[in-house]
């Protein structure tokens, strides 16, 4: 069983940084893909940008040339750097999992983005 712990939330004011940063430990075996959800009040969970073992990255149009998604291997580690935040980016992020292409996501416990001024 893979467990992630997301951590790096807050509250930021608008135009701000942060970094969100996910571990996995456990039976983690091999990695198809890393990636990064949020959910804001009252809206459906959403994908925001994804990584695969290959390197390629995918992102939500809303977030693209303001986050930036990347991984360390050896750490097991993902990372969500997220610039220029706005208000509509507050959410719970929470940090997910594929094993294999077919594996049901393993998700983190989340961690509350705020940004607000």
């Known amino acids: 069983q893979v467990q992630l712990v997301e951590s790096g939330g807050g509250l930021v004011q608008p135009g701000g940084s942060l970094r969100l940063s996910c571990a996995a430990s456990?039976?983690?075996?091999?990695?198809?893909?890393q990636g990064w959800y949020r959910q804001a009040p009252g809206k459906q969970r959403e994908l925001v940008a994804l990584?695969?073992?290959?390197?390629?990255?995918n992102y939500a149009d809303s977030v693209k040339g303001r986050f930036t998604i990347s991984r360390d291997n050896a750490k097991n580690t993902v990372y969500l750097q997220m610039d220029s935040l706005k208000p509509e980016d507050t959410a719970v992020y929470y940090c997910?999992?594929?094993?294999?292409?077919?594996?049901?996501?393993?998700w983190g416990q989340g961690t509350q983005v705020t940004v607000s001024s």
């Open positions: 990584v695969t073992s290959g390197g390629s990255t």
């Open positions: 456990g039976s983690i075996g091999t990695i198809y893909a």
């Open positions: 997910t999992l594929r094993a294999r292409p077919t594996s049901p996501l393993a």
